[in-house]
């Protein structure tokens, strides 16, 4: 059944604000940054001991690599746990190198059977529940000739999901599975499985990665251990710390400790304060303030052992440091990255910072812990802010453009520092899916293989840019464009679609796709000139209409499936939402020159007038734009209103102009109405979808959510165009 109201007419924000629009867009604003603050990246411990990911985002949990020497009928245990902020269904995929069985909560939810255990390439499709907080998922193994282990993990790994931790008291914080040591017997037939909060000491048995050095390793130097005592004469090491001081005003610090390097040199706050010869022992006093303090060492190899240590005294009394930067899992105190090469000096101010990867060419250097195999790794496990995809695109794009418009500075900060942390980790992405197999920052940027993974916030990064001068936004924009430009699949006629081979979207084109490449091509052309890409995004339009429009209905079809030949001929409301907002953002800057500037206009406005005709009784569009039964949608609505307003505007619309005036007026008031209540929530919003041949998937089967990401940021959009056509309308500019 259609829902008409999602609250009492009384909580609408209308009832609240009136006509205030920019009103409106502030409590829509404020709501959207309160809900999702502006928390980074949670940086872990990730042991190299671990077992690593696959390019498919499936964790590799292979006994028999880890132990070669197990013999059959061996046991193993592979075992994790996993925060989810609410209750969730993961679908996930299992290949089997031997007899597994999966435990969820303690739960058997799944027992191999014979054709998986002899078969790693069969994959076997689960749906994991997840609690709202801490699942544990237990899996026990056994060792046969086929082999010894599993893969598990999503079934796509486009799709976002929470990482896995390890479990136990004494590795709380830490990131990635662990598993047994193996065993004669199943240790866990006639017991309980491990459960949260528990000691690892209390199973009885082995686990892996190992957590601590051995007896002689730790008699060993801090980089003898790390790196090993055969690093070249004339390679160094750094070691990050920070720390406190608590004593009001200025006071002196002592700093004494052991040098076992060929040199050693120390910065405070990026200040050189001492430096000693071999073997020199540190020893130097400083006046510090009240405050934090960053302290730098850097260590050169002699060829042989090689290392430092310094205890911080005042007033006789030892001073506590700690991490420069939080890392979960680990109690130490120190970071530490190297060996670097000789040839190149880096300052401190290159090298206090948890952005980068030093010695790319050389395979690359980032933080490490005084632990086993330890590296430092960021996770994003947010649920919005810092993360990378299309519909935080359009979020942002909202967000960035209300902020502008109600000059709060806050508002831009919020979009361009949500912009610049996946920037700036971009080269680290990389280098971090070179390492671990499936980068856990930014992955579908750095999975690139579709406009989905670009597009969309590629096109607001432009917009900030504008705002924001960040030197890592160019180099993103470039691989994007060359990826649009030169690498994304086409058909023959030059149209973008989805080659997607084995995936249910093979061999289709989207409307969506409009969206998700011309907003982004037409800044790529403000910022480059190159009239190419212009033309390029020009012709796209061209051929959807080939492909997707409807001339009987002036709409168009959500998708066009070459696999059947056809298009889908539903007209999905999002799906004509895409083409014609970017048709008008297009058009924004499509000289009047332009060869097909005429036809595009023609094709926005019987698009257009098509749309005008299917507007509902209420204001709203409905999810199926021809079916009244359908759901009032909230994301079309307010690209429409955008669309209208700025054709409008761009004076293409004159033609009927009261007609889309009335029809802009009774939207607007629809939404702020009906699907925007009192506190800034706003409803009705369409999830993202698949594709169907039949209207009734649209209508039964994609459900509307409330603050749905695909729908915030398109209502401030309507808003702000609404605002600035009365503005046109009242001064003619």
Not at 408 to 418: A, G, M, Q
């Amino acid at each position: 059944m259609m829902i008409t109201r999602h609250f009492d007419k009384q909580q609408s924000i209308q009832a609240r604000c009136g006509s205030n629009t920019q009103l409106i867009l502030e409590n829509i604003a404020n709501h959207y940054m309160g809900t999702h603050p502006a928390n980074s990246f949670t940086w872990r411990l990730y042991s190299r001991q671990g077992c690593k990911q696959m390019a498919d985002a499936r964790y590799d949990l292979n006994l028999g690599e880890k132990f070669p020497e197990a013999k059959n009928g061996q046991f193993g245990y592979a075992f994790t746990q996993i925060w989810s902020d609410t209750e969730r269904i993961v679908e996930s995929a299992l290949s089997c190198y031997g007899p597994a069985s999966l435990y969820v909560n303690g739960q058997l939810l799944y027992k191999s059977v014979t054709i998986d255990e002899l078969n790693p390439a069969n994959k076997r499709h689960l749906k994991i529940p997840l609690s709202s907080g801490w699942t544990t998922i237990f899996i026990k193994l056994r060792k046969t000739p086929a082999g010894f282990g599993c893969i598990l993990g999503t079934i796509r790994s486009k799709w976002s999901t929470p990482p896995a931790l390890a479990p136990f008291n004494e590795r709380e914080g830490q990131a990635g599975w662990i598993y047994s040591v193996p065993t004669d017997e199943d240790v866990y037939k006639n017991r309980a499985l491990p459960a949260l909060g528990q000691s690892e000491l209390a199973t009885g048995i082995e686990w892996r990665p190992t957590l601590k050095w051995n007896t002689e390793q730790n008699k060993q130097p801090v980089f003898t251990r790390m790196f090993g005592n055969g690093a070249q004469e004339g390679q160094y090491a750094y070691g990050w710390t920070r720390l406190r001081c608590s004593s009001p005003g200025k006071q002196r610090y002592s700093f004494r400790g052991t040098n076992q390097s060929a040199a050693l040199t120390v910065w405070i706050d990026g200040k050189e304060v001492f430096h000693a010869q071999a073997l020199q022992p540190i020893h130097f006093d400083i006046d510090l303030t009240y405050g934090q303090h960053d302290l730098l060492v850097q260590s050169l190899s002699g060829g042989k052992d090689w290392g430092f240590n310094v205890d911080i005294h005042q007033n006789g009394q030892l001073c506590e440091v700690e991490l420069p930067h939080p890392v979960q899992g680990t109690e130490e105190r120190w970071l530490y990255a190297g060996p670097f090469q000789r040839e190149k000096a880096y300052t401190p101010a290159e090298l206090q910072t948890m952005y980068t990867v030093w010695e790319p060419e050389n395979g690359g250097l980032y933080w490490r812990l005084d632990q086993p195999d330890a590296w430092v790794r960021p996770y994003l496990e947010n649920a919005n802010y810092a993360r990378w995809n299309y519909p935080l695109g359009v979020t942002l794009y909202g967000l960035l453009q209300g902020g502008k418009m109600l000059g709060r500075e806050d508002i831009v900060r919020y979009v361009t520092n949500h912009i610049s942390e996946c920037t700036r980790l971009y080269d680290y992405g990389l280098w971090d899916r070179k390492q671990y197999g499936f980068p856990w920052v930014n992955h579908q940027l750095i999975e690139l293989d579709m406009l989905d993974d670009c597009g969309s916030f590629g096109s607001v990064m432009l917009e900030a840019y504008t705002e924001h001068k960040e030197r890592t936004y160019l180099e993103v924009a470039e691989v994007i464009g060359d990826f649009i430009c030169n690498r994304q699949e086409r058909r023959e006629d030059g149209a973008f679609y989805r080659e997607s081979p084995g995936y249910y979207m093979e061999k289709t084109l989207w409307g969506d796709d409009l969206y998700m490449s011309t907003p982004f091509m037409k800044r790529y052309y403000l910022l480059t000139g190159n009239v190419a890409v212009l033309d390029d995004a020009a012709e796209q339009f061209i051929a959807y209409k080939k492909y997707l429009y409807m001339p009987e209905l002036k709409v168009m079809s959500h998708v066009y499936d070459f696999k059947f030949n056809t298009a889908t001929y539903v007209p999905w409301g999002r799906g004509n939402g895409w083409p014609l907002f970017s048709l008008s953002e297009l058009l924004e800057v499509l000289p009047s020159t332009h060869a097909r500037r005429g036809e595009l206009v023609a094709f926005f406005q019987e698009f257009s007038e098509g749309l005008l005709s299917l507007q509902g009784n209420n204001g709203l569009w409905h999810q199926v734009l021809t079916d009244p039964d359908s759901y009032e949608e909230t994301s079309c609505t307010a690209m429409f209103i955008y669309a209208f307003c700025r054709g409008l505007r761009l004076g293409i619309l004159q033609d009927n102009r009261s007609a889309f005036e009335a029809s802009i007026r009774q939207a607007w008031h629809g939404l702020i109405s009906r699907a925007v209540d009192q506190y800034g929530n706003v409803h009705g919003v369409c999830t993202g979808s698949k594709y169907a041949f039949t209207a009734d998937y649209y209508k039964d089967e994609l459900p509307w959510k409330t603050n749905d990401t695909h729908g915030i940021g398109i209502v401030m959009l309507a808003g702000i165009e609404v605002e600035r056509l009365n503005h046109y309308m009242a001064n003619g500019e």
